[in-house]
């Protein structure tokens, strides 16, 4: 089983601040995902990396897959109360999840 | 508009009964899932499915078992209940010749066993 640790375990900023979250592995993956989970519903993809050294940004939030395929970053510029909610990274195709960074947001 | 439901958003159930979750997703998707997310422990798979009538333990199967009569819908069972299966349950569906293996979720069922 590949293990996924996610730090850190709770995260709480103001309104308007940076933030960067982080999945770590010691085994290797083709791919990593990035789900967002809000309270009362299930886990909604935001992005699979697949190449080592990639990045990709979706709106405010860029996703950086490390170099050894081991790890990955989620960084989110100028936090808004609506990014509030669970950040799951998984091994895509793996099926394992890590246990998510719970990020509040707070006007 | 691509759609995974469960059967129930809340369940509360006594000690020894027999639980049955139900799942359907309606995008003729292959491989369907049963996880359980508990506090700091985030999501662990119970059973998978490939195709109809095909199943695979995951990593924590005791306890339960699955099934799948038809394409669209997987069912966990929990033969009977106990306190520590007391969680929230998700099913999620991919398909087959999904390029980056998106797992699509229900909206979970909260199972409180008493």
């Known amino acids: 089983t590949q293990l996924l640790e996610q730090s850190p375990q709770f995260l709480s900023i103001q309104e308007g601040e940076n933030l960067t979250v982080y999945c770590n592995s010691s085994?290797?993956?083709?791919?990593l995902q990035w789900y967002r989970q809000e309270p009362g519903e299930g886990p909604v993809l935001l992005v699979t990396?697949?190449?080592?050294?990639e990045v990709k940004k979706l709106k405010r939030l860029t996703f950086q897959f490390g170099d050894a395929r081991k790890d990955s970053s989620l960084h989110i510029t100028a936090a808004q109360p609506g990014d509030t909610g669970l950040y799951l990274c998984?091994?895509?195709?793996?099926?394992?999840f890590g246990a998510g960074t719970r990020l509040t947001v707070k006007p | 508009d691509v759609k995974v439901t469960q059967s129930s958003r809340y369940l509360v159930k006594r000690t020894g009964e027999k639980v049955f979750l139900e799942c359907v997703q309606d995008?003729?998707?292959?491989?369907m899932f049963w996880y359980r997310q508990d506090p700091g422990l985030g999501l662990r798979l119970i059973y998978f499915?490939?195709?109809?009538?095909?199943?695979e333990k995951g990593d924590i199967p005791e306890g339960y078992s699955v099934s799948r009569e038809k394409k669209e819908r997987f069912s966990l069972i929990l033969e009977s209940a106990s306190t520590n299966q007391t969680s929230m349950y998700l099913c999620?569906?991919?398909?087959?010749?999904?390029?980056?293996?998106?797992?699509?979720f229900g909206p979970g069922t909260r199972l409180t066993v008493t």
């Open positions: 999620a569906s991919r398909g087959a010749g999904s390029i980056n293996y998106e797992q699509y």
């Open positions: 085994s290797v993956f083709s791919s």
């Open positions: 990396v697949v190449t080592g050294g």
């Open positions: 998984a091994g895509a195709g793996d099926m394992r």
């Open positions: 995008m003729d998707h292959e491989n």
């Open positions: 499915s490939y195709d109809v009538k095909m199943k």
